[in-house]
Structure formats: structure tokens, C-alpha cells
């Protein structure tokens, strides 16, 4: 590859290195270097070349928020999100029916305390605009919302008169909907 | 046509050029190129972001090699995918179909005798 050439193209994909993780850079930087043969065997100058390589690509912004777009750990923060209201009421429904008033005041401060944490955690990672932090959030939120669901189980288990059905609805759909979430914001 | 014409069926347009045979990001737009004869204009740069969707989904598997020096991403449509590919294609057809003779009807726009 030309010098002048490839410090377009290298500058080019220094901005996506900047905000994109390495495997993905790899293979855009391939489609680039493809891209640039392409116009080179069209009869243009290596440095003409480069630049329309670059241009077809398109901007860098562009494809950082496509690739955050389909973020898993984003997606799964969505998700997260869109039927946590649900889960939420499954539980409120449990703790009400199994009158588990006896949980001390702190551990009910702290348990809402860390709830608004791992929404906002989510909530940064749905809406967000870079892919790192789309990421590092969603994966926190994922895990902070399983944690919370472990707690909570645990202390209903031992907290309630009874256990019943509302308490195993509630246990079974934040099973599922956290362990659902958190394998696709893990995956890499 | 440019890339927000094509909003709703670049993921069908996508797994149709993965139908021929595994492919790497620049061969699926080569291949999009040479079946529209160049008419379709997408900037690059967002069939990438596309083909890690349709991964996620399950439609295509993508799979790393080495090709002079490089590191190379190439997808293959999957068993899913084959059947998304094949219901989109027939959901097209339809659509294609009721919108033509929607819009070539010239009995609608002869004026009502009555």
C-alpha cells in the first residue's frame, strides 16, 4: 500500500479504533482495504484511491452508531428495560401477598438504592451514543439486575409467611427475564 | 436507490447475496453491486454493523481466516436463515405484486361514467 494512501486510510481507521473493539476494526479495516484495491483497479491514483475508499465507507460517526445500534449488551438493556415494569409489578404483587413487611428499613433503602442504580446503568446503555459505554453499562446493568434478582429471592425465601404462586410467578419471570438478558450483553 | 430507500429490506438484500456461498463484508457488496447492475448506492460502512445483526439473530454465522496478512470475516447464511431468506422472498412477491397492480390499475384513473 502507498505511504500517502495508507495514512488516510490508517488515520481513517485510528478514529474507529478509538471507539470500536479490535475485532471489529480488523475486519472493517479489511472491507477498507478492499474497497481501495477496488479503485485502484479502476485506473485511480493510490491517493485518489484511498480517498474514494474512504468516502464509500462513509463517516466514521455513522458506523460507530451502527455498530452500537447492534450492541448486544445495548440490546439486552433494552429489552431489560421494556419488561422490567412487568417483573417489577410480578414482584410487588409477591411481596405484598406474602406480607413480607418485616424486611428492616436500611436493607429496603439499600435494595431500592441499588434497584435505581441498575436502571440507570441500563437506561445509559439503551440510550447512549458510544459503543464502549453502551457496552461496559449494559454488561453492569445486566449483572447488577441479576444480582439484585438473586437478593431478592434469597431474602423472599426467608422473609414470606408463605410462599405463594404470585411468589413463584415472580421468582420464575425474573429468572428467566435477567438470565435471558444477560447471555447475549456477555457475549462478545 | 439510496440506503434509507432500501429501510425495512436491507437484512432480505443482505442474505440474499449470502445465498450463492460464504462471503466476507466487501464480496456481499460486490455481489449487491453486480446484481442491481450498481443501482443500489449504500455507503459500506453500514452493511458491517447489518451483517453482525443478522449473526446475532441467528441468520448468518460469521467465521474469522487469514488472507494476505489480514484477518478476514466471512458470513454463511444458516438453516434459519435459509428459511428467513425464503419467507421474505415470497412476503416480497406478495407486496410487489398487490402495490403493482395497485399502481398500474388504468381502470382507476378513468373517470367514473356514472
Do not use: E, M, S
Given at each position: 500500500m502507498h505511504a500517502s494512501e495508507s495514512r488516510l486510510i490508517s488515520s481513517y481507521l485510528e478514529v474507529l479504533a478509538a471507539q470500536l473493539p479490535a475485532s471489529i476494526v480488523e475486519e472493517l479495516a479489511d472491507g477498507l482495504a478492499e474497497t481501495h484495491r477496488f479503485y485502484l483497479r479502476q485506473g485511480l491514483a493510490p491517493e485518489r484511491a484511498a480517498e474514494s475508499a474512504v468516502a464509500e465507507f462513509g463517516e466514521p460517526e455513522a458506523i460507530v452508531a451502527g455498530f452500537t445500534r447492534v450492541n448486544p449488551a445495548r440490546r439486552a438493556a433494552s429489552r431489560l428495560l421494556g419488561i422490567g415494569p412487568a417483573v417489577g409489578a410480578c414482584w410487588a404483587a409477591a411481596l405484598i401477598t406474602g406480607r413480607?413487611?418485616?424486611?428492616?428499613l436500611p436493607a429496603r433503602i439499600l435494595l431500592g438504592l441499588a434497584l435505581i442504580t441498575c436502571i440507570g446503568l441500563l437506561a445509559a446503555a439503551a440510550l447512549g451514543r458510544g459503543y464502549r459505554l453502551a457496552a461496559r453499562t449494559g454488561v453492569a446493568g445486566c449483572i447488577g439486575m441479576t444480582a439484585l434478582d438473586l437478593v431478592l429471592i434469597t431474602g423472599v425465601t426467608f422473609a414470606v409467611t408463605s410462599v405463594t404462586w404470585v411468589t413463584v410467578a415472580a421468582m420464575a419471570a425474573s429468572i428467566a427475564v435477567t438470565a435471558r438478558a444477560l447471555r447475549p450483553a456477555l457475549a462478545r | 436507490m439510496r440506503a434509507e430507500e432500501l429501510k425495512g429490506h436491507l437484512d432480505a438484500v443482505l442474505l440474499a447475496a449470502l445465498e450463492g456461498g460464504p462471503r466476507h463484508g466487501y464480496a456481499v457488496i460486490e455481489a449487491l453491486r453486480q446484481s442491481t447492475a450498481g443501482r443500489l448506492?449504500?455507503?459500506?460502512?453500514?452493511i458491517y454493523p447489518a451483517l453482525r445483526r443478522l449473526e446475532q439473530a441467528g441468520l448468518i454465522t460469521g467465521s474469522w481466516s487469514v488472507v494476505g496478512g489480514r484477518r478476514r470475516r466471512e458470513y454463511q447464511l444458516t438453516a434459519a436463515g435459509v428459511r428467513a431468506l425464503s419467507g421474505r422472498r415470497a412476503d416480497w412477491r406478495d407486496f410487489s405484486a398487490i402495490v403493482t397492480a395497485a399502481l398500474e390499475d388504468r381502470a382507476c384513473m378513468r373517470p367514473n361514467p356514472a
Open positions: 413480607a413487611w418485616g424486611v428492616p | 448506492d449504500l455507503p459500506t460502512g453500514t
